[in-house]
């Protein structure tokens, strides 16, 4: 089955600078990648997601990268601000259908003001 | 904006006691999915379920757990027998058709003592 790895576990950034989060995984089967932004006692929310026919997809001061050739994919933050922080959880799956989610250990993004 | 809604949000339990966990998805989504994530840990794959069948189920979707549709707008997670294991958020989601994105729930927190 799928495994996908995530890092860093945790990231602390000054606010106003970048964020880069990290997530690797091992089925080429895979050709869908959201990324979840989850605060405190809420569900997981979708802030992006990229298919293996793209190579980068931006959103405003989000963007995710592709490189389906060596299995990785990371979100760039830029701008952080404080309501950045929180956990963000990169996942894969086959895409469409019924297909279930393979989700990553998660980051924990703080802000330093 | 339509929302996952889940019921209730934090239920404690007996081992050994059967619990029921409620969602209702989004009116027009086809595809509906539980997940459950074990405090501090990444989220994880239970079952999806479509045109009232489940579609894919993982590891963890033991015989203790089942899943309905009882009518046009709830969709339940059943587990019979808790085990403190199942201690767990447990997320409901749902999707419409044709599209790759999900919609999570703000989930029910389970206690089993």
């Known amino acids: 089955g799928e495994n996908v790895e995530q890092h860093p576990s945790t990231l602390s950034v000054q606010e106003g600078d970048s964020a880069v989060i990290k997530c690797t995984y091992s089925d080429s089967a895979s050709n869908y990648f959201p990324w979840y932004k989850q605060e405190l006692g809420k569900g997981p929310q979708l802030i992006i997601d990229i298919r293996s026919n793209v190579g980068e997809k931006k959103d405003q001061r989000i963007a995710v990268t592709l490189n389906k050739t060596a299995k990785h994919f990371s979100l760039h933050i830029t701008e952080t601000q404080p309501e950045d922080s929180a956990v963000y959880f990169c996942a894969a799956s086959p895409g469409g259908g019924a297909d279930g989610l393979t989700f990553g250990k998660g980051t924990h993004l703080i802000i330093q003001p | 904006e339509p929302e996952v809604t889940q019921t209730p949000s934090h239920q404690v339990t007996q081992m050994g006691q059967e619990v029921i966990l409620r969602c209702v998805p989004i009116?027009?989504?086809?595809?509906f999915y539980w997940y459950r994530q074990i405090l501090g840990q990444k989220v994880e794959f239970l079952v999806s379920f479509y045109n009232n069948e489940i579609s894919e189920k993982s590891e963890i979707f033991d015989d203790q757990f089942s899943v309905e549709r009882p009518d046009g707008s709830n969709f339940t997670l059943k587990i019979r027998s808790t085990k403190l294991e199942d201690s767990a958020m447990y997320f409901c989601?749902?999707?419409?058709?044709?599209?790759?994105?999900?919609?999570f729930g703000s989930g029910t927190r389970l206690t089993v003592v």
């Open positions: 989601a749902s999707k419409l058709d044709g599209v790759y994105g999900y919609t």
């Open positions: 009116s027009n989504h086809l595809y």
